[in-house]
């Protein structure tokens, strides 16, 4: 009997057909016969589902099972539905290893940050990298062992790029929701310019950068803190930003269009020989400003902010895991213990009913 | 039936008997699978880079509430049955679905309070699905504080029959209150989840391929095994009780 219904569980697994040799039935002369072992059509769930039929084989001739058919013969037949689950467990094992989600982000050991699609990712185990070549644009976001921002952001370029740097020719700082930010402009040559936002991170610093290399443009990007009046309107945080670059001002706005990337709603101010983007999200406002044949701004602008605004640190809370493991482990192991002290307390009234009786006899 | 040979009936009973064999396997094939569950949701599933390692309790915490389910489930059909043929198996059969029923509700309580901690910044607050999970976890406790109180034993099974029939409708509020009940913040994994909701995750295939085994089995083997190992133990219990109240009686 047990010989009999095990193919038959391994065969509901795979999903195949009750046409077969394993059942004795015929199959239609155009249908292929497929058994437990047929490896050639289902890879993975073929070999699970071969080897669950060996087990199944192997634990129906074992003396357990055979004493058990012996004893009784019905609970058998009800086994079935008990052996599926766990066998239905071990698939699940399988198919869980060879199917996760792929997700967004770069994640490295301390950090997540956005994987930009269609840039050349050039990430290294300890910090994220974006090169786009046709933009002459790379976007960094690293973690540095410099407990001071700026010096730290100067440390990273210096590392990263190359770059001698002097002192920053804009540097403010803004609260955003998982801390407090540094903002930092340089110009290190002639060409390249570097937009950098650094917080701190306990002993280290988190480094979010910015760098063009384009001849033919300048580019820079910013986060400044919005003021009561200004909320709500990016053409005046435009404004205002270009006051603080002091490259611009506002009577050089000639159009205004709005404009939807993912990573928000922006204004787009075209003006005399420059374009200018504005984002308002939360108590910030995020400005990118391109001088020269600016084109790439919105890629350029949309790209960094999806940097800015979607890194963020894992949480390390394993220790509430462990807290919420034992004390779900410490409850079930109550409900047991206390069967087994039940059974004992029952098994000592009975010895004491019976040691009573003997005394009364 | 003589006084002698009720007792020895009643001995009898109070016996430990051999355990069935399909109970056996059950308890195996539990024990087997918690432990796979475990690594699945611990160490097969990927780490929410969002909440971090706390969220796999998820697979613990969302099946024991389904564990629970089903064991007060079991209360309302046993006392049901016990109402209608007056049998004192069903009644044991509601009694054990209170217990299991109440350990399952208690980690269910306590892994969320755990995971709203880091998520949350709280161990409790008042919102809706928090506070009915509270009252069900109570409305099952106070069933077995009145079950200890009332001395007809009759009067006893009947009035906890009913008890527990009624006790049913706070697992179902509970179960359904942050699909009504707009103001919570609780997280819903399956469907959308309320407008306040905090700490949701997608079911991500990672996360159903480790939830499904886990729910499974915290909805029906750990549930019916650890019900039917009680009822045994409730059986052998009573006849000790009655073999106590019959020689006694001599």
Do not use: C
């Given at each position: 009997m047990m010989r009999s219904f095990l193919p038959l569980v391994s065969l509901k697994l795979a999903r195949h057909s009750t046409c077969g040799e394993e059942n004795g039935r015929n199959c239609p002369s155009d249908s292929k016969k497929i058994t437990p072992f047929d490896g050639s059509r289902h890879s993975i769930h073929t070999s699970f589902v071969g080897a669950t039929y060996q087990v199944a084989r192997v634990l129906g001739r074992s003396r357990w099972i055979t004493a058990l058919k012996r004893t009784n013969g019905t609970v058998l037949r009800q086994y079935r539905t008990s052996l599926l689950i766990p066998i239905?467990?071990?698939?699940?094992?399988?198919?869980?290893?060879?199917?996760?989600?792929?997700?967004?982000?770069?994640?490295?050991?301390?950090?997540?940050?956005?994987?930009?699609?269609?840039?050349?990712?050039?990430?290294?185990?300890?910090?994220?990298?974006?090169?786009?070549?046709?933009?002459?644009?790379?976007?960094?976001?690293?973690?540095?062992?410099?407990?001071?921002?700026?010096?730290?952001?100067?440390?990273?370029?210096?590392?990263?790029?190359?770059?001698?740097?002097?002192?920053?020719?804009?540097?403010?700082?803004?609260?955003?929701?998982?801390?407090?930010?540094?903002?930092?402009?340089?110009?290190?040559?002639?060409?390249?310019?570097?937009?950098?936002?650094?917080?701190?991170?306990?002993?280290?610093?988190?480094?979010?950068?910015?760098?063009?290399?384009?001849?033919?443009?300048?580019?820079?990007?910013?986060?400044?803190?919005?003021?009561?009046?200004?909320?709500?309107?990016?053409?005046?945080?435009?404004?205002?930003?270009?006051?603080?670059?002091?490259?611009?001002?506002?009577?050089?706005?000639?159009?205004?269009?709005?404009?939807?990337?993912?990573?928000?709603?922006?204004?787009?101010?075209?003006?005399?020989?420059?374009?200018?983007?504005?984002?308002?999200?939360?108590?910030?406002?995020?400005?990118?400003?391109?001088?020269?044949?600016?084109?790439?701004?919105?890629?350029?602008?949309?790209?960094?902010?999806?940097?800015?605004?979607?890194?963020?640190?894992?949480?390390?809370?394993?220790?509430?895991?462990?807290?919420?493991?034992?004390?779900?482990?410490?409850?079930?192991?109550?409900?047991?213990?206390?069967?087994?002290?039940?059974?004992?307390?029952?098994?000592?009234?009975?010895?004491?009913?019976?040691?009573?009786?003997?005394?009364?006899? | 039936m003589t006084a002698k040979t009720k007792v020895l009936s009643l001995r009898q009973s109070a016996e430990a008997t051999p355990m069935p064999a399909l109970l056996k396997l059950l308890t195996i094939v539990t024990l087997v699978g918690f432990c796979i569950t475990l690594v699945l949701g611990l160490l097969v599933a990927g780490t929410d880079i969002q909440q971090g390692e706390i969220q796999r309790i998820f697979y613990i915490h969302m099946p024991s509430f389904f564990g629970a389910f089903t064991a007060f489930g079991l209360t309302v059909v046993g006392g049901i049955l016990y109402l209608w043929r007056k049998s004192e198996g069903w009644d044991r059969i509601a009694l054990a679905g209170v217990e299991v029923g109440l350990a399952f509700a208690l980690i269910n309580l306590v892994t969320g309070a755990i995971w709203a901690r880091p998520i949350w910044n709280t161990w409790w607050t008042w919102d809706p699905r928090l506070t009915s999970a509270a009252i069900m976890a109570l409305t099952y406790a106070a069933y077995l504080m009145l079950r200890a109180g009332i001395e007809d034993e009759a009067r006893k099974r009947s009035f906890m029959s009913v008890y527990g029939i009624f006790a049913f409708t706070s697992v179902l509020v509970t179960l359904f209150i942050i699909r009504v009940v707009p103001e919570t913040i609780h997280p819903v994994i399956v469907g959308a989840s309320p407008q306040n909701a905090q700490g949701g995750f997608e079911a991500t295939s990672g996360v159903v391929m480790a939830l499904i085994p886990s729910l499974l089995l915290w909805l029906t083997l750990m549930p019916i095994t650890l019900i039917w190992h009680r009822v045994r133990i409730e059986r052998r219990l009573e006849a000790v009780n009655r073999l106590k109240m019959q020689i006694l009686s001599e």
């Open positions: 239905l467990i071990f698939a699940s094992v399988i198919l869980a290893q060879g199917d996760q989600d792929t997700v967004p982000y770069i994640q490295s050991s301390a950090f997540n940050a956005p994987l930009l699609e269609g840039w050349n990712n050039q990430s290294g185990d300890d910090f994220a990298q974006f090169h786009s070549a046709e933009d002459h644009a790379t976007i960094r976001t690293a973690l540095v062992e410099i407990d001071e921002p700026v010096a730290a952001a100067a440390s990273d370029l210096r590392r990263a790029f190359g770059f001698d740097l002097e002192e920053p020719i804009y540097q403010d700082k803004v609260n955003l929701a998982d801390g407090t930010w540094n903002v930092l402009l340089y110009e290190p040559d002639a060409v390249a310019s570097a937009s950098v936002m650094a917080r701190r991170a306990g002993s280290q610093t988190v480094v979010i950068s910015f760098v063009e290399s384009d001849p033919e443009a300048r580019i820079l990007m910013l986060a400044i803190a919005q003021t009561g009046d200004t909320r709500e309107d990016a053409a005046t945080e435009i404004d205002l930003a270009l006051s603080l670059l002091a490259s611009n001002n506002a009577a050089d706005l000639v159009e205004t269009t709005a404009l939807s990337l993912p990573s928000g709603e922006w204004t787009r101010v075209v003006g005399d020989g420059f374009l200018a983007m504005g984002m308002v999200f939360g108590n910030d406002s995020y400005i990118a400003v391109g001088e020269g044949e600016a084109e790439s701004l919105p890629k350029l602008a949309d790209a960094y902010n999806r940097s800015v605004l979607g890194f963020f640190v894992t949480p390390d809370n394993s220790g509430y895991l462990a807290l919420a493991l034992t004390a779900s482990f410490a409850i079930l192991a109550l409900l047991i213990l206390s069967y087994f002290w039940r059974s004992r307390n029952i098994q000592k009234d009975l010895q004491l009913i019976e040691s009573l009786n003997q005394t009364d006899s | -």
